[in-house]
């Protein structure tokens, strides 16, 4: 079968009418994503790259003439291959023997494509390693605050990851009361980092429905709650669901309702998680009152579920989406804690789970393929910082910045090389991101569009897409390997990214170290057979490319994640876990001793410096949610059909509740205009009748288009984000804490400004 492997899943490759190539969804999928469907539209898009292109002025004057401030203002010009090669070689060696290896930052943070071999990251650091080395970036936009507390709280594996789930299986059977903090936001299922060859997610969260698991979903946005009878929507301001935790565990404490046995076995820390719950040296009582009066949530609410949680067979399950917010450690720390009092944790399909549907995969009962990837090398430099410090790094050298317990140096970054990612998709506060990028003395973007982050760059490399090369796609996370066979060839003078790193090797003088003297299809090979070692039940090669697809089996007794709380809460002596004191960690000595002022030993309510109740809510009176968007990737996709037809009139759409709308006097589709002191951006308004009021909602995605006068008209959130981290302990990004104001636009729409 000829199939098409992507990060929202697989597809079958078909004709039209005319015979050209169109992609199917695949038939082993129950629930395809549309947003792959016109994938194929975008290779001959004008927004294109279609040759290697330099910057005028650096073409011209070289990195050193402090050209940077033309970045994103000036012309490109287009050259062959070899003279931009050469260009790049001399530059490394330039920047290398000038300043050392730290001075090159090729972090290049991203989700790219699907694909083992040509996973644009890999590739990029394979060649810097071979070059000497560069500064990266550890952890992840996803859930880079869990990624750096779960590991004191629940033990070392889960370093970078929050993938704590109980099988849906086991939730299915088990549990009778699911809890979404954040909700499920049921478009994020139709993404797996890797790819899927089989959506399940909303079918799994549809059949606990059906068998009667009661669901409470707590969000400011209806549409979080799946539709169906047995769910509850609770209403809560952003950024306020600790407050609501602690109120529930206040609840339980007072009303003797928590299982003290387990707290004791299995946990260490509750006396001083307690003390503060009750009290006793601020004076304050976290009780349903107090949380109340933080959250919005009335408090009959707060403790009926509180009560709810310890009488039924629970599962508390936290959206991703609330650690990427100011303070985001301290939702997933309380939930663990309310979990471990409620005391449900170690029971099959109870306990505690993170971003159940956020992507397709958690809590999917399958064997999960744990396969090789393209090797990078090894780095031998050893600076890094954590992925959200982009802008800090580049505006302070020789600065330094607190990071879980260490003090890391920025370097003086003197080249910034980006693959696979766009930081002004991505990244907080694209304005000062700007001004940032324009230090540097070279910056280069290998790209397949002219994203807001290649306009950025001096030399851009023309990228293949996807669909223009073979590839094996997997996710580790989920039990399919897809075989992705070219659907076209790339357009002339365009090349994959291993292509246009081989000519650079060679200039560089390591190509053999680089490609090992193997053809794309011997590195499709070897991948492949990685994956058979470990598991010898999958085809041979040959049948597997024939065939399209490999999957192992499907099966109930899959081992999950929380199978791991299941033996550690039988016996913690013979399964401990793997923090300091082999418990889950209530409170954490290891972050107490850091003696940040941002996080403490326990779980405890802090106050963003941007949310509903802050001062400057007097000024930006509107809390901006930026989730992920319903019909594209990331910025991925947002030529594609799904992406363009969800918009209006060529805008982004964001939601407002209809009171806001009646106050600021607009109506549904009117433009609007979302500003505060770091930036304006225009989106279309939505009414949405359940949206809680003083609550917009405007999806990441949308490409950074500012005009003449700075202003966004491609509806990017991150114009109006912060930059700010959750704390020092993760250094981790937190848009979802971000005050805004709006008001209706009644400017002229960028194409007449272009006319003028
Ligand atoms: N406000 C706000 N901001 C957010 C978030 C949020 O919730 N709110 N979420 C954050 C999260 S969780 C994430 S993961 C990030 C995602 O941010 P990114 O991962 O940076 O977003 P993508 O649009 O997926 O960027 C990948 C880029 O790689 C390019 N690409 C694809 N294939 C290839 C290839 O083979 N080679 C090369 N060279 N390039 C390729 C694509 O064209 C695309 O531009 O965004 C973060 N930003
Ligand atoms: N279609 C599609 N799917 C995707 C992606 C994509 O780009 N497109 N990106 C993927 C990636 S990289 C990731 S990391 C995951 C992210 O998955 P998540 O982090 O779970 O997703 P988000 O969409 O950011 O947010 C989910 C919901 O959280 C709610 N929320 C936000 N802040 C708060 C709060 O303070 N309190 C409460 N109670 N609720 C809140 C919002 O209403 C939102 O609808 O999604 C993945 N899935
Ligand atoms: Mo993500």
């Known amino acids: 079968m000829h199939l098409f492997a992507t990060h929202f899943g697989t597809y079958e490759v078909g004709c039209d009418a005319n015979g050209k190539p169109r992609l199917l969804p695949f038939r082993h999928d129950p629930d395809p994503s549309e947003i792959g469907l016109g994938y194929l539209d975008l290779a001959d898009h004008p927004e294109r790259i279609r040759a290697p292109m330099v910057r005028r002025s650096w073409l011209e004057n070289g990195p050193l003439a402090g050209t940077g401030v033309g970045r994103g203002r000036e012309g490109f010009v287009a050259v062959g291959w070899d003279e931009v090669t050469g260009l790049i070689a001399d530059e490394l060696r330039r920047v290398r023997s000038t300043h050392g290896n730290q001075a090159i930052f090729g972090g290049s943070y991203g989700w790219a494509s699907a694909g083992r071999f040509h996973h644009a990251q890999s590739q990029l650091k394979r060649l810097l390693n071979l070059a000497g080395g560069f500064t990266s970036s550890v952890n992840s936009y996803s859930y880079g605050a869990a990624g750096v507390l779960l590991p004191h709280i629940l033990g070392s594996e889960y370093k970078d990851a929050c993938d704590t789930s109980p099988s849906w299986s086991d939730i299915l059977e088990n549990c009778e009361l699911l809890v979404g903090f954040g909700g499920f936001r049921l478009t994020n299922a139709?993404?797996?980092?890797?790819?899927?060859?089989?959506h399940r997610a909303v079918e799994w969260l549809r059949r606990c429905q059906e068998r009667g698991v009661r669901i409470v979903v707590f969000s400011p946005a209806a549409s979080d709650a799946p539709l169906g009878p047995n769910v509850r929507h609770v209403p809560i301001r952003p950024n306020t669901d600790a407050a609501v935790m602690l109120g529930m565990c206040h609840r339980l404490l007072t009303e003797g309702l928590f299982d003290c046995e387990f707290l004791k076995r299995?946990?260490?820390?509750?006396?001083?998680f307690e003390s503060y719950l009750v009290g006793e040296g601020d004076g304050i009582a976290k009780d349903a009152a107090w949380a109340s009066a933080i959250s919005g949530v009335p408090a009959e609410t707060i403790i009926e579920i509180a009560e709810d949680l310890h009488d039924h067979r629970s599962l508390i399950n936290v959206a991703w989406s609330l650690q990427r917010a100011r303070f985001g450690e301290q939702p997933f720390w309380a939930a663990i804690t309310l979990a471990s009092m409620a005391g449900h944790v170690g029971r099959k399909g109870c306990g505690f789970a993170f971003g159940l549907t956020a992507v397709n995969a958690v809590g999917q009962p399958v064997r999960r393929l744990k396969g090789p990837a393209f090797e990078q090398g090894r780095n031998p430099v050893s600076h890094f910082i954590p992925v959200a410090r982009t802008t800090e790094l580049l505006e302070n050298p020789g600065g330094?910045?607190?990071?879980?317990?260490?003090?890391?140096?920025?370097?003086?970054?003197?080249?910034?090389?980006?693959?696979?990612g766009n930081p002004f998709h991505h990244h907080q506060d694209l304005n000062r991101l700007a001004e940032a990028f324009r230090r540097p003395e070279t910056?280069?973007?290998?790209?397949?569009m002219w994203t807001a982050t290649a306009k950025m760059a001096d030399i851009v490399l023309p990228s293949a897409f996807p669909f223009e090369r073979d590839d094996v796609a997997a996710s580790s996370r989920d039990n399919w390997l897809v075989y992705s066979r070219r659907v076209m060839e790339p357009p002339e003078g365009v090349l994959t990214d291993h292509e246009a790193y081989c000519l650079i090797a060679d200039r560089l003088g390591c190509r053999e170290a680089f490609d090992e003297n193997r053809c794309v299809d011997d590195w499709l090979a070897h991948i492949y057979e990685g994956y058979r070692e470990r598991y010898p039940e999958l085809p041979d090669f040959q049948s597997f490319r024939l065939r399209g697809f490999a999957a192992l089996d499907e099966g109930e007794e899959a081992p999950a994640p929380a199978d791991h709380f299941r033996r550690f809460a039988k016996d913690p002596e013979s399964a401990p876990l793997k923090t300091p004191s082999g418990r889950i960690e209530i409170a954490s000595g290891t972050i107490g001793k850091f003696g940040?002022?941002?996080?403490?030993?326990?779980?405890?309510?802090?106050?963003?410096?941007?949310?509903?109740?802050?001062?400057?809510?007097s000024k930006h009176r509107f809390h901006l949610l930026s989730p992920q968007p319903a019909h594209r990737l990331h910025g991925q996709l947002e030529y594609g059909p799904a992406s363009q037809s969800a918009k209006l009139r060529g805008y982004e759409r964001f939601t407002l509740s209809a009171v806001d709308a009646k106050g600021l006097a607009v109506e549904d589709g009117d433009l609007c205009e979302l500003y505060n002191d770091r930036g304006r951006?225009?989106?279309?308004?939505?009414?949405?009748?359940?949206?809680?009021?003083?609550?917009?909602?405007?999806?990441?995605?949308?490409?950074?288009?500012?005009?003449?006068?700075?202003i966004d008209h491609g509806g990017n959130p991150n114009t109006l984000t912060p930059i700010t981290a959750a704390s020092r302990l993760s250094q981790a990004t937190a848009p979802n804490s971000c005050l805004v104001s709006i008001r209706a636009w009644r400017g002229p729409a960028p194409e007449q400004q272009h006319e003028d």
């Open 681 to 710: 951006t225009i989106a279309a308004v939505t009414i949405d009748a359940d949206l809680m009021p003083g609550v917009a909602v405007l999806p990441t995605g949308g490409w950074f288009r500012p005009d003449s006068d700075g």
């Open 190 to 198: 139709q993404v797996e980092a890797g790819g899927t060859g089989s």
């Open 443 to 448: 910056v280069i973007v290998t790209e397949n």
């Open 266 to 272: 299995c946990t260490t820390g509750f006396g001083e």
């Open 400 to 420: 330094r910045i607190d990071y879980d317990g260490q003090a890391l140096e920025l370097p003086d970054i003197r080249l910034v090389w980006w693959a696979g």
């Open 596 to 617: 940040y002022p941002d996080i403490g030993l326990h779980p405890a309510w802090r106050e963003p410096e941007e949310w509903l109740g802050a001062p400057l809510a």
